[in-house]
Nanobody
């Protein structure tokens, strides 16, 4: 079993920044970030291949969020800048068992097998 632990969530003002981290017990082929607000479906935020050579972002966060990895620490980061109230959600990191062979697969929660417990991000207006 792969164990994922997120941290870094909190309360921030509109326009502020937060940095989320996710530490995994095992290195994965790729890592993703998803978020879920009350009453809404879980949605894709960002993903990165194990090498860090490819990154993927939801249109809603492009230019504001940056995903990165530090392999020596088995850690994935999500730097979130220019936060908006609409970014308020529980953020989850996730890992697939194996590689994802098309870019479209990175957007799908059902392609990920392991999930963290989530960390709350609240952006006040």
């Amino acid at each position: 079993q792969v164990q994922l632990v997120e941290s870094g969530g909190g309360l921030v003002q509109d326009g502020g920044s937060l940095r989320l981290s996710c530490t995994t017990s095992r290195r994965s082929y790729a890592m993703g970030w998803f978020r879920q607000a009350p009453g809404k479906e879980r949605e894709f935020v960002a993903a990165i291949t194990w090498s860090g050579s490819n990154t993927y972002y939801a249109d809603s966060v492009k230019g504001r969020f940056t995903i990165s990895t530090v392999n020596a620490e088995n850690t994935v980061y999500l730097q979130m800048n220019s936060l908006k109230p609409d970014d308020t959600a529980v953020y989850y990191c996730a890992a697939p068992t194996g590689p994802l062979f098309t870019s479209a697969m990175y957007w799908r929660p059902d392609q990920y097998d392991y999930w963290g417990q989530g960390t709350q991000v609240t952006v006040s207006s």
